[in-house]
Structures are given as structure tokens and as C-alpha cells.
């Protein structure tokens, strides 16, 4: 079976996400174009960290970090909304609930499109393959998303996200075969 792009994936599911959320058509469609930037500021890393088969240490780990401030600024020439929705998901899509995450905002402080696309980017990731990991199977990374609201996850965003998952037409079944 052929591996979708992960970036594509995770924009897929933050549109039907935000549709979910209220979002109009419209609006859904801009948060799901910015998603697929997300993860842009990796461009300008070294292959070498993004690709390393093991544990990174410590020095590696805030090398990594930087890819959204770098992401960030790879998008400051894009205007208007689109820009400024892209900019913030670059920027904060690693930032948690319980404000342990990258840059420590609480995701309450954040425009609800980035919690949508850090709950959706850590599912893709979870079932994908990296050179550090195995794919988990989805079942598994549906536990993972259900045992972590309330720290790492939005409750609410959780319990629109399981909710959607495996039981929506709209969210193709690939996602569900752990084949991303």
C-alpha cells in the first residue's frame, strides 16, 4: 500500500476537525492549507537529526525545537489571514494543554486551529513509521489521544476527536489500516 504524506494527513483531518468544530467551509478549508505548513521549519534542519534512528540527546532535541520558530518565519511573507493562521500553527503546534509544551503557552491561550492541529499531528505521527519508531497501531494511538486529555490535549478536542475517529465517512479508512 502506498504511504500518504503525513503533512497532507494531518491537514485532512484538521479540516474535517474544524469543520466539526464550527468552523465554516471556508474558514475550515484556510485552517487546513496553513496545516499543511506545519512542520515547514523542518526544511532547515539537518536530515541527519530529523532521520537519526535513535534517542536524540539533549542538544539535538532544542536543535529540533527550533523548526517552528524557523517554520514561522519561512512563512512571514504570506498575508492576511492565511499567513497569520499559518504563522501560529508553525509556531505553537507543539504546545500542550497543560502548558508543558515547547514555548510553555497553555493551548487555552491559542486560537483553537493549533490544538486541532497538535492533537491531529500527534496521531499521524503515531501511526507512521520514523526512523525511530515503529507505526503504533491505530487502536493504540487512539488510547494515547484518549489517556492524555486534560494534560497534554484538549478535553473537549479529545472527545470530538474520538468521537470523529473510525466512526466519520468523511475521515478515509487509511488512516484506521495505521498505513500513513
Not at 504524506?5 to 471556508?26: R, S
Not at 537519526?52 to 540527546?57: F, H, S
Not at 512571514?76 to 509544551?101: F, M, V, W
Request: aromatic share 8%; proline share 6%; charged share 25%.
Amino acid at each position: 500500500m502506498k504511504k500518504l504524506n503525513e503533512d497532507k494527513a494531518v491537514a485532512c483531518l484538521v479540516e474535517i476537525m474544524a469543520l466539526e468544530c464550527g468552523f465554516d467551509p471556508v474558514t475550515a478549508r484556510q485552517i487546513k492549507t496553513a496545516a499543511v505548513l506545519h512542520d515547514i521549519g523542518k526544511q532547515k534542519l539537518p536530515a541527519s537529526l530529523l532521520n537519526k534512528p535513535g534517542k536524540l540527546e539533549a542538544q539535538e532535541f532544542e536543535i529540533i525545537k527550533t523548526h517552528t520558530k524557523l517554520g514561522a518565519e519561512m512563512l512571514e511573507s504570506i498575508q492576511g489571514d492565511l499567513g497569520k493562521t499559518a504563522r501560529e500553527i508553525a509556531l505553537y503546534h507543539h504546545e500542550r494543554y497543560d502548558g508543558n509544551g515547547y514555548w510553555h503557552k497553555y493551548t487555552s491561550e491559542l486560537p483553537i486551529y493549533v490544538p486541532i492541529t497538535t492533537m491531529v499531528d500527534v496521531f499521524i505521527a503515531l501511526i507512521s513509521e520514523r526512523p525511530y519508531k515503529h507505526a503504533w497501531p491505530p487502536q493504540e494511538a487512539i488510547n494515547y489521544i484518549q489517556n492524555n486529555a486534560g494534560t497534554q490535549f484538549s478535553p473537549d478536542l479529545a472527545e470530538i476527536f474520538l468521537s470523529l475517529i473510525g466512526h466519520d465517512s468523511r475521515i478515509p479508512a487509511i488512516f484506521m489500516r495505521g498505513t500513513v
